[in-house]
Structures are given as structure tokens and as C-alpha cells.
């Protein structure tokens, strides 16, 4: 029905006219007085042809729409198999289609190159920048300077951000699903904070789960570990963050500063801080949005509830059978 409205709507001034030419015949034919039948045959003849030719252009229409409904799917093609042209207006719009399909596809591949280039350069940045990390450890190492320790480590996990933002974006994967037990890989991410805790006086009750998981164990140690940082961040001194099993989901609870109830819906949107980030002037709104997106690509799922002022609880749902779904 649509593509007949469509049609009527591009022919309607050659319906108008025929139908004129019509209304102007029977006039002249009631003037002179022609009898009924010879004008009513004639209308019949003429009627059966119009159809006849509405008929055959309507079905070319179709056939020329359905043509280029097919071609959509080849949208993204640098040069677009159009139908042969059939007038010069049509031959003239197909050559704007082909140069502006040109110019899009010459524009892509110029983005393409500078994303590649700024992601090597990122790429070779954050490795770079390991070598001062390590001489630094190295030099705390001959001298105890605890809060130089604290920040060195924030910089450690801002350049394993920086790393993991750029792989999230490449087109090739290194996820390796194998069996790892979920309390070594808890006991290595609390280890790695652990000097944190100390210098914020912040207590840790872990409750050990005694369960494997299928998952990728590199990336889930990446969300792990950027959940505990945020739960030290956000938690005063003196305040406590527990880490259990519930069933086949892993726990984060912490009894810090909490998230507003309005803002709790965005909390994994790309650059979003909220007001407790705006307050901190430090928040980079990528944490969370990066967890959500290695959860999503290791089929595992993140829930996140808060009590504004009370803590925060957030809950990985590790779930095997979901793994072997996929």
C-alpha cells in the first residue's frame, strides 16, 4: 500500500490530466449529441489501456524499488551497484551517490588511520611509562615513603586503565576462558591495595568462597581490582570493605560515602562522575564503564546497589551456566 500511494503521489499531474482529457471528451460528445453506446465503448477502450499501462508502469516502479531497497544493505560499499540509469536526471543523481559514497569511504579510512595512530601511541606511552613506575618502586623500596607508595599506586592503575581502554577497542582479543580459583584471584587484587588499606586504616573482611569460575583471568582481575580501588577511595578512614561469596556471585561490600539515588542508574555511562566524582574533582567516570564492557565481553554480569552515606554493595554474577551458554 505504501509503495501505491507512492506511485499515485509521483504520477497524480498524469492522473489529472487524463482525467481532464475525460471530462472534456464527454462534453463534446453530449454536445453533438453522440449516442450513449459509442461513447461509453470508447471510455472502455481507453480505460482498459490506461489500466493496462498503470499496471505495467506501477510493476516496473516496484521492481525499480525493490532494487533499491537491496541495495541498502551495500550502503557501506565504496562503489555502489546502482541499476542502469534510465534518463540523464537519474544518471546525473547516481554520480552524486557514487561521489559522495567516495568521499565517506576516503573519510572513514582517514579516521580509521588516526584512531590507529593515536592508540600505537597510547599503546607505546603506557608501556613506556612502566620503566620511571618500576625505578620509582625500586627507590621507595631503599627508603619507606608510604603515602608516595599510595599515589604510585594510583598511577600504576590509571596506566593499567589507560591499557585496558585501548585493548577494549581493538579489533583483535586476547580473552583466554579457562577454570581459576576466584579466592587466589581476590588474594592477588587485595595484595595489591594492600597498602592502601593500611595507610587509610581501612579493615578487610574476606570470606574466603572456595569456588572456581570459567572467565578470563587477567580481565576479571581487572575488574576486581578496579572495584576495590574504588571502594578504598570512597570509604573514610577507619571503614570497612567486605568481599564474599553469595552462591556464584562475588561481593564487594563497603561502608563508605555511598552514591545518590539519581545517579545510580548511570553510574557505568562512558565519562559520568556523578556528584560524589564532581566533589572528588578526581573521578574520571571510566572505571565503572570499563568494568561493564570486560563483564559484558566475559558474559558475567555487574549490579550495583548504595546507601547514600551508609556504603556501597556491588555484585558480580560469575554464574558457569551462562558461560557455557555462550
Given amino acids: 500500500m505504501k509503495v501505491l500511494s507512492a506511485y499515485f503521489s509521483r504520477h497524480w499531474k498524469l492522473l489529472l490530466l487524463l482525467a481532464g482529457c475525460l471530462g472534456i471528451c464527454s462534453a463534446v460528445f453530449s454536445l453533438y449529441g453522440l449516442p450513449l453506446e459509442s461513447v461509453g465503448y470508447a471510455f472502455v477502450l481507453c480505460f482498459a489501456l490506461g489500466l493496462a499501462l498503470f499496471a505495467a508502469g506501477y510493476f516496473q516502479f516496484l521492481r525499480r524499488h525493490r532494487e533499491l531497497e537491496g541495495l541498502l544493505v551495500q550502503v557501506r560499499e565504496k562503489v555502489l551497484p546502482l541499476p542502469p540509469p534510465r534518463g540523464l536526471l537519474e544518471e546525473d543523481y547516481q554520480a552524486l551517490c557514487q561521489a559522495l559514497a567516495s568521499e565517506r569511504a576516503a ?29 620509582m618502586r625500586l627507590l621507595l623500596q631503599e627508603e619507606s615513603r608510604p603515602e608516595l607508595e599510595g599515589e604510585l599506586l594510583k ?34 587484587s587485595v595484595r595489591k591495595y594492600a597498602r592502601l588499606f593500611i595507610l587509610k586504616k581501612i579493615s578487610l573482611d574476606f570470606q574466603e568462597t572456595g569456588r572456581t569460575v570459567l572467565t578470563d583471568e ?14 578504598v577511595k570512597y570509604t573514610p578512614e577507619g571503614g570497612l570493605i567486605r568481599v564474599y561469596g553469595d552462591g ?15 545517579d545510580l542508574p548511570r553510574v557505568f555511562e562512558k565519562g559520568f562522575t556523578g556528584f560524589n566524582g564532581r566533589e572528588d574533582k578526581k ?16 558474559n558475567h554480569r555487574i549490579s550495583i546497589t548504595s546507601r547514600l552515606g551508609q556504603g556501597t554493595l556491588v555484585r558480580l554474577d560469575l554464574s558457569r551456566a551462562r558461560r557455557e551458554v555462550e
Avoid at 573519510?107 to 625505578?135: C, F, G, S, V
Avoid at 596506566?159 to 592477588?188: I, K, N, P, W
Avoid at 556471585?249 to 555511598?258: F, Y
Wanted: aromatic share 10%.
Fill in 107 to 135: 573519510l572513514a579510512l582517514e579516521d580509521r588511520n588516526r584512531l590507529q595512530d593515536m592508540t600505537d601511541y597510547y599503546t607505546l606511552w603506557a608501556h613506556q611509562i612502566k620503566t620511571p613506575i618500576a625505578a
Fill in 155 to 188: 598511577i600504576e592503575q590509571y596506566v593499567e586503565m589507560v591499557l585496558g581502554y585501548l585493548r577494549l577497542g581493538s579489533d583483535s582479543t586476547d580473552y583466554v576462558f579457562r577454570e581459576c580459583g576466584l579466592d587466589a584471584l581476590v588474594r592477588q
Fill in 218 to 231: 587477567k580481565w576479571l582481575s581487572f575488574v576486581v581490582e578496579q572495584l576495590l580501588s574504588n571502594a
Fill in 248 to 262: 556464584e556471585t562475588l561481593v564487594i561490600a563497603d561502608s563508605g560515602i555511598g552514591i545518590r539515588p539519581e
Fill in 283 to 298: 573521578s574520571t567516570g571510566i572505571g565503572l564503564y570499563l568494568c561493564r564492557q570486560v563483564l559484558d565481553r566475559l
